[in-house]
């Protein structure tokens, strides 16, 4: 079992590779990712050099800071790790004076939703049809089809 506390976080800096592979776990996309990537600050947890787990966030308007991406390698998911790493970015975004952190996800996803609750967000709204309107093929995730996407807010 793997200690915790061997986990280091750091900023990707710029010229290193944007680690696509971790960020397509959460994404459908390149195409998608690269639509947000390049304004977004880029956290990574490494396990010695391995690098484990990605969230990219972004400042959508003044004070308000949106999670975009965070994605843990399939290897290191459910240990806990997701739950950590959320809560270090959350503690950036105090750090950054931000008084609003967003996360969204799609309603259906039953993990993703009790995981962001319990790291103290709370459903503000659901955007209907988001998934059928901005992706060009269905996304057909653990058998059910995405269509709406839920809005996560946490005021800092
Ligand atoms: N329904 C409800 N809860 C579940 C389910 C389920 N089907 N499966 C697992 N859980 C619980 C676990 O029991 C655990 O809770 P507990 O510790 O209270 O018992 C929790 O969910 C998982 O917690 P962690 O182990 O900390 O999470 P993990 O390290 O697996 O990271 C993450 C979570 C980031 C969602 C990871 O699974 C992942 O990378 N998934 C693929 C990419 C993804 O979906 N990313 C989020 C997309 S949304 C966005 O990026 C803005």
Known sequence: MTNQADLTLRTLTPG?????????????????????????VI????????????CATAM???GVMEIKNIAVREDWQNK????????????????QECSELIICTPDCAKKQLYLYQKAGFCISDIVRDYYRNHYPEPIIE???E???????????
């Open 16 to 40: 290193e590779n944007i680690p696509y592979s971790l960020l397509l776990l959460a994404d459908e996309t390149k195409e998608a990712i690269d639509k947000y990537i390049h304004q977004s």
């Open 142 to 144: 653990n058998g059910i």
């Open 43 to 54: 956290y990574v947890l490494e396990y010695g050099k391995e690098m484990i787990a990605v």
């Open 146 to 156: 995405l269509k709406d996407m839920a809005i996560l807010k946490m005021s800092l």
């Open 60 to 62: 959508i308007s003044e």
């Open 80 to 95: 806990g790790v997701g739950y950590r790493f959320l809560l270090d970015i959350i503690d950036k975004a105090r750090e």
